[in-house]
């Protein structure tokens, strides 16, 4: 609001309703996400998590009648393999059971993919991305703010704000949705899913290198995996794009 304030004076109802919709799409996201994890394990809700890649293209392909070809659902099969090796260092210990905390998780994936799908229709309004995205992080503010209200807890204080909170807002959360929101102005929704999947790559890579955990095979080859699926897709993307 601070740097866009000119832009924030021309705000219209695109932007507004974009905004609202995508505030609390990001929300159920993160809400179900968070409680999710109290029953579940992390990587178990890591994996589920990551199927907001394939809600993408159903999503698109049941709202908005668009499929996608055939090898590029190879690779969605491909990078999801992947995630399932980073996500399970042992895959004997992956666990076929469905939990409260997996359905939760499920609802944590889908509210990341209609967030996606929903930015990646901006481009067919007369929006704004920085307005929508401002009206964004807004909504989702005060639905956590509303919630934390309704089910109770003590209420964080502008004097107990550390670092790691400030680098979750700041940081993970409006850097990062700022920058996906711009990105979105120029990648489809499906690439989009895709391209974040090696979220999972740079996670692993950072609690390698600060919390001094092991890499294993598993990791190399789930990262090999999603690689080379990411390389496919942007290959396929730029050899259709020619042939337009």
Same mark, same amino acid.
């Given at each position: 609001m601070i740097f866009y304030r000119k832009s924030l004076k021309k705000l219209n109802r695109y932007d507004f309703i974009f905004g609202v919709?995508?505030?609390?799409?990001?929300?159920?996201?993160?809400?179900?996400?968070?409680?999710g994890l109290k029953y579940t394990t992390v990587s178990k809700q $890591? /994996?589920?998590?990551s199927l907001y890649i394939i809600m993408i293209p159903i999503l698109d392909l049941i709202i908005f009648k668009k499929s996608i070809p055939k090898k590029i659902i190879g690779i969605f099969v491909m990078i999801l393999v992947g995630l399932l090796f980073i996500s399970f260092e042992n895959l004997s210990s992956l666990e076929l059971s469905f939990n409260y905390g997996d359905f939760l998780t499920i609802l944590c994936a889908l509210g990341f993919a209609l967030n996606i799908v929903l930015i990646s229709k901006t481009k067919g309004f007369d929006t704004n991305i920085m307005n929508v995205t401002i009206v964004q992080m807004l909504s989702t503010g005060v639905l956590a703010f509303v919630s934390q209200l309704v089910f109770g807890g003590d209420?964080? $204080? /502008?004097t107990?704000?550390?670092?790691?909170?400030?680098?979750?807002?700041?940081i993970c959360t409006m850097l990062n949705f700022s920058l996906q929101n711009i990105s979105q102005k120029y990648v489809p929704a499906h690439i989009m899913g895709l391209i974040l999947s090696t979220e999972a790559i740079f996670g692993t890579i950072f609690a390698i290198a600060f919390l001094g955990e092991v890499i294993s095979m598993n990791f190399v080859i789930g990262t090999i995996l999603i690689t080379i699926g990411v390389i496919?897709?942007?290959?396929?993307?730029?050899?259709?794009?020619d042939k337009e």
């Amino acid at each position: 609001m601070i740097f866009y304030r000119k832009s924030l004076k021309k705000l219209n109802r695109y932007d507004f309703i974009f905004g609202v919709l995508a505030g609390i799409f990001l929300f159920s996201a993160f809400a179900f996400q968070t409680y999710g994890l109290k029953y579940t394990t992390v990587s178990k809700q $890591s /994996f589920l998590t990551s199927l907001y890649i394939i809600m993408i293209p159903i999503l698109d392909l049941i709202i908005f009648k668009k499929s996608i070809p055939k090898k590029i659902i190879g690779i969605f099969v491909m990078i999801l393999v992947g995630l399932l090796f980073i996500s399970f260092e042992n895959l004997s210990s992956l666990e076929l059971s469905f939990n409260y905390g997996d359905f939760l998780t499920i609802l944590c994936a889908l509210g990341f993919a209609l967030n996606i799908v929903l930015i990646s229709k901006t481009k067919g309004f007369d929006t704004n991305i920085m307005n929508v995205t401002i009206v964004q992080m807004l909504s989702t503010g005060v639905l956590a703010f509303v919630s934390q209200l309704v089910f109770g807890g003590d209420l964080v $204080s /502008f004097t107990s704000l550390n670092f790691s909170l400030l680098y979750l807002i700041l940081i993970c959360t409006m850097l990062n949705f700022s920058l996906q929101n711009i990105s979105q102005k120029y990648v489809p929704a499906h690439i989009m899913g895709l391209i974040l999947s090696t979220e999972a790559i740079f996670g692993t890579i950072f609690a390698i290198a600060f919390l001094g955990e092991v890499i294993s095979m598993n990791f190399v080859i789930g990262t090999i995996l999603i690689t080379i699926g990411v390389i496919l897709i942007q290959y396929f993307e730029n050899k259709s794009g020619d042939k337009e």
